[in-house]
Nanobody
Framework: QVQLVESGGGLVQAGGSLRLSCAASGLAFSNHHMGWFRQAPGKEREFVAAISRIDFSANVADSVKGRFTISRDNAKNTVFLQMTSLKPDDTAVYYC????????????WGQGTQVTVSS
């Protein structure tokens, strides 16, 4: 059974930092592209960042570019999202996701972790 478990969320003041982690089990982690998404109250889920299974290249949404960094540790089956210069607009539930194919939808999702940024 595939499990993606996010951690590291919490309450932080604007301008602060948080590091999210997503521990994967039940899948060949190194063979999966990994991504982070977020969903704010009343809004649709949106893409935040993704990291390739092939060359670890990263793709980051314009709204967080320069502030968020995605990375992965295949030895620990974990993907990270380092968030800096946080803004109240970053408040959302953050989800980790995994995808086997190079394109298309993500196959597996975590339960999410809440990030709240106070002004």
């Amino acid at each position: 059974q595939v499990q993606l478990v996010e951690s590291g969320g919490g309450l932080v003041q604007a301008g602060g930092s948080l590091r999210l982690s997503c521990a994967a089990s039940g899948l060949a982690f190194s063979n999966h592209h990994m991504g982070w998404f977020r969903q704010a109250p009343g809004k649709e889920r949106e893409f935040v960042a993704a990291i390739s299974r092939i060359d670890f290249s990263a793709n980051v949404a314009d709204s967080v570019k320069g502030r968020f960094t995605i990375s992965r540790d295949n030895a620990k089956n974990t993907v990270f999202l380092q968030m800096t210069s946080l803004k109240p607009d970053d408040t959302a539930v953050y989800y980790c996701a995994a995808r086997r194919l190079d394109y298309g939808t993500y196959n597996y999702w975590g339960q999410g972790t809440q990030v709240t940024v106070s002004s």
